[in-house]
């Protein structure tokens, strides 16, 4: 049974920081292209950031780059999304999805995801 637990997300002021962690169990891990989405209600999901099973390659949408920051721990079967410079624009619920296609998993193709992280960010 695959599992992917998110954690590390709560209240925070603007121009803050967080890091949310997702640690994966069932699956190859380095087998599996990792990314981070997230959703406000009423909205589609958004595509947040990626990264190959090798962590060699990897992915920002233009809404967050240059502030957040993805990486693995292949070891550990962690992806973690160093978050900075928050603005309450990025306040939604935070989801680790795993696919083996780093090209399918931009289009929010996933194989798994998790239950999900509250960011909120007050201003």
């Known amino acids: 049974q695959v599992r992917l637990v998110e954690s590390g997300g709560g209240l925070v002021q603007a121009g803050g920081s967080l890091r949310l962690s997702c640690v994966a169990s069932?699956?190859?891990?380095?087998?599996?292209?990792m990314a981070w989405f997230r959703q406000t209600p009423g909205k589609e999901r958004e595509f947040v950031s990626r990264?190959?099973?090798?962590?060699?390659?990897?992915g920002y949408s233009d809404s967050v780059k240059g502030r957040f920051t993805i990486s693995r721990d292949n070891a550990k079967n962690t992806v973690s999304l160093q978050m900075d410079v928050l603005k309450p624009e990025d306040t939604a619920d935070y989801y680790c999805?795993?696919?083996?296609?780093?090209?399918?998993?931009?289009?929010?193709?996933?194989?798994?995801w998790g239950q999900g992280t509250l960011v909120s960010v007050s201003s």
């Open positions: 069932g699956l190859t891990f380095r087998s599996y292209a």
């Open positions: 990264i190959s099973g090798s962590g060699g390659i990897s």
């Open positions: 999805a795993a696919d083996r296609s780093y090209q399918h998993i931009l289009a929010g193709r996933a194989d798994y």
